[in-house]
């Protein structure tokens, strides 16, 4: 529990830069040269001659395109159509639930966090790491107890 003082405001989930770089991608998916994500990739190898994901590294436009075909289509295709899969991958995203009960980015998952709440999955695990002391106080016992 995170006390009330000590609780700071987050940035909307919908004004961080990478959930606008995954939401552009999947409502322009059809034209992939023209996204937000794709742009930034190609100016990263034109800039540094590497571009980079984790810990992949693309130094041809060709591996970009295949960055994305391997990963980030098959990524948003399968919770599209399956939800999220744990065996997919451990990446589990982080979060704190703020005084309104809503759920604020904490940490890991990233990619997979911003999907779903794109493709607007309603359920998808995550690991809650705080919450903030007046939620808990007005709601946050009772939810324990119904959940059990």
Sequence with gaps: MIPASCYRSRT??????????????IRNRNDVSSTIWYKELLDELERRGVAGH????????DEIDKFFQSYVFDLVDSMSQSGYCL?????????????????D???????????????GLQRFPVCVVGVHHDWWRAKGKLCCIQLG
């Design 12 to 25: 909307p989930v919908e004004s961080i830069g990478k959930f606008k770089k995954v939401e552009n991608f």
């Design 54 to 61: 984790k810990k992949r590294r693309m130094g041809t436009v």
């Design 87 to 103: 065996e997919k991958g451990a990446d589990i995203g982080t979060v704190l639930i703020n005084r309104d009960g809503k759920l």
């Design 105 to 119: 980015k904490a940490g890991s998952g990233d990619h997979r966090f911003y999907v779903a709440r794109v493709l």
